[in-house]
C-alpha cells in the first residue's frame, strides 16, 4: 500500500469511528493524547459491489476548548450556539479507487481521494441527562473536493440531512453507549458524475455511456456502539446505504442498490492535561 493511500485510510478511519457520547456537564482533561487500532471494511464506492478491509493504527487527539474543540472527527468552533442550536464544522471523506483493481471501472481513471467540508447545523430535538438520551436534528452542507495530493478540484455539493439518536448506558452500569442516525442524502450533477458517469471514450457493450444528474442520492442508516474503560476507548458501527430511488441508480457503475460499511476500534489515551473543563 503506497503512502498516499495509507494517509487516506487513517483519515478516513479517523472520520467513520465517532467519539463517545456525553451527557450533560462533565468534568474532562483539557485535552487527551493517544493512538488507536482499526479495522474497516468499506465498499469501494457507494453502489459498488466490491469492498476492502483495512487494518490501520490512527493518531488519538482531543482538546476541549472554550471556543475551538478537536476531536477524531473535527476541528470546530463555536460559530453560534444556544441550549437547541449549534452551528458547527462538518467533515467527511472516502479513499481513492484503483480502477484496475474493480471490475464495473475497468479501463476508467482511477477515482482519487476526496474530501468534504462544509457548516452543520445541530437542533437538539429531545434531551434528558438524566436518562441520558438526545434526539438531534443535523443538517449539514459540505463541498466536496478530490485530490491526488498534488493537486484539488471541487467535484460538487452534498446535502445530508439526518435525525440523530443517542443514549447512554443502553445495558444498565455498563456504560455501553448507542447512536443511531438515519436520514437522506442529496447531491449535485458534479458529486454523481465524478461517482457514476461514464463518458462515451470509456463505454463498452457491458458499460453503456451514462451521465449522472443531481438529486436524491440515497438514504444512509447507521449504528454504533461505544464505551470506555479506564484508559481505553472501544467504538463499533456499522452503515447501510439504500440506493433505491436514487437518481443515479440506472448507472453501469451502480452494481448493488445496498452498500456496508463496518468497523471498530480500540484507543489507547496516555497522556492527558490536569487541568478539566465542564464538557458537554
Known amino acids: 500500500m503506497n503512502l498516499r493511500r495509507t494517509i487516506t485510510i487513517i483519515m478516513a478511519m479517523i472520520l467513520f469511528f465517532p467519539p463517545g457520547i456525553s451527557f450533560g456537564q462533565e468534568e474532562k482533561p483539557l485535552w487527551e493524547l493517544g493512538m488507536g487500532v482499526g479495522l474497516l471494511y468499506m ?9 476492502s478491509f483495512y487494518v490501520l493504527p490512527y493518531p488519538y487527539f482531543v482538546y476541549r476548548g472554550d471556543i475551538i474543540k478537536v476531536d477524531r472527527q473535527k ?10 442550536i449549534l452551528l458547527d464544522v462538518s467533515i467527511y471523506g472516502s479513499v481513492p479507487v484503483k480502477s484496475s483493481k474493480n471490475s464495473a471501472r475497468t479501463f476508467m481513471e482511477d477515482l482519487d481521494a476526496t474530501f468534504e467540508v462544509g457548516p452543520a447545523l445541530d437542533i437538539t ?5 438524566q436518562k441520558q438520551y438526545s434526539l438531534k436534528l443535523l443538517l449539514p452542507v459540505r463541498a466536496v473536493f478530490s485530490t491526488d495530493f498534488e493537486s484539488v478540484a471541487h467535484e460538487g455539493w452534498v446535502i445530508s ?13 455498563t456504560g455501553l453507549r448507542l447512536g443511531v442516525s438515519l436520514g437522506p442524502m442529496f447531491a449535485d450533477g458534479g458529486y454523481h458524475d465524478y461517482y457514476y458517469m461514464v463518458e462515451p471514450v470509456y463505454a463498452l457493450p457491458w458499460r453503456l455511456a451514462y451521465d449522472a444528474g443531481g438529486g436524491y ?3 444512509i442508516l447507521t449504528v454504533g456502539l ?9 467504538n463499533a458501527f456499522v452503515s447501510a446505504d439504500f440506493l433505491d430511488g436514487a437518481v443515479f441508480e440506472n448507472s453501469p457503475l451502480v452494481k448493488t442498490q445496498t452498500s456496508i460499511m463496518s468497523g471498530v476500534s480500540v484507543s489507547w489515551v496516555f497522556l492527558k492535561s490536569q487541568d478539566t473543563i465542564n464538557a458537554d
Open 43 to 51: 465498499p469501494d464506492y457507494r453502489g459498488s459491489d466490491e469492498s
Open 161 to 173: 440531512p439526518r435525525l440523530n439518536f443517542e443514549k447512554g448506558d443502553i445495558i444498565p452500569h
Open 217 to 219: 442520492s440515497g438514504t
Open 125 to 129: 430535538l429531545l434531551e434528558s441527562r
Open 226 to 234: 461505544s464505551k470506555s474503560y479506564k484508559q481505553f476507548k472501544f
Open 75 to 84: 476541528i470546530s468552533g463555536k460559530v453560534f450556539k444556544t441550549d437547541r
